[in-house]
């Protein structure tokens, strides 16, 4: 199995930073990485797709990038809103497993 | 979207189905995956199923505990566990996986199922 490793875990920051998180894989995975957002009690909701593309309707403030093992997922300036828990996932063989999460908290 | 069945509170040793019912799209063209998430834990994948053929992938932790099946008739995937424990009680979501406009992402989550084993 591939296994997913995101870094930080836990990430204290304002509104207005830009913040970087980071998923590697255990092989080569090609593009096939998303990125999750969850809030706690939701359901998680798909922000990105095959590592860089935008779901509809997601603001442009989040970016992928990346392929074969490392990836990263921007938020360009935060919003109240994006206070979450972030997911990593690769699609690219199954099991489709995924990264153990990073809980984005306000500074 | 999908539609989960409520709150699910069984007995350690009882059986479980957990219902997924989707609409507004073909059901039977695109994978169902079903993610478990322990109380304050990560998400974990325990497999897909595709509609059309009842084909299935399970996570190999998961593999021979549950069991996942469809009923194309009515639109539902369903969730099945026997001989529950209480390290089963978690929240249960059901996904929709696209390849084709989200490369095997799960674009629509139901709403999720919360287990509960206690005796």
């Known amino acids: 199995d591939i296994q997913m490793t995101q870094s930080p875990s836990s990430l204290s920051a304002s509104v207005g930073d830009r913040v970087t998180i980071t998923c590697r894989a255990s092989q080569s995975i090609g593009s096939f990485l998303n990125w999750y957002q969850q809030k706690a009690g939701k359901a998680p909701k798909l922000l990105i797709y095959g590592a860089s593309n935008l779901k509809g309707g997601v603001p442009s403030r989040f970016s992928g990038s990346g392929s074969g093992t490392d990836f990263t997922l921007t938020i360009s300036s935060l919003q109240p809103e994006d206070f979450a828990t972030y997911y990593c996932q690769q699609s690219s063989s199954t099991p489709h497993t995924f990264g153990q999460g990073t809980n984005l908290e306000i500074k | 979207q999908l539609v989960q069945s409520g709150v699910q509170v069984k007995k350690p040793g009882e059986s479980l189905k957990i219902s997924c019912e989707a609409s507004g799209y073909r059901f039977t063209n695109y994978w169902i995956g079903w993610v478990r998430q322990m109380p304050g834990k990560g998400l974990e994948w325990i497999g897909i199923?595709?509609?059309?053929?009842?084909?299935?992938r399970y996570s190999p932790p998961f593999q021979g505990q549950v069991t996942l099946s469809v009923d194309k008739s009515i639109s539902t995937a369903y969730l099945q566990c026997s001989s529950l424990k209480a390290s089963d009680t978690a929240m249960y979501y059901c996904?929709?996986?696209?390849?084709?406009?989200?490369?095997?992402?799960?674009?629509?989550w139901g709403q999720g199922t919360m287990l509960i084993v206690s005796s």
């Open positions: 996904a929709r996986q696209a390849y084709d406009t989200s490369r095997d992402a799960f674009d629509i």
């Open positions: 199923i595709y509609p059309g053929d009842s084909d299935t």
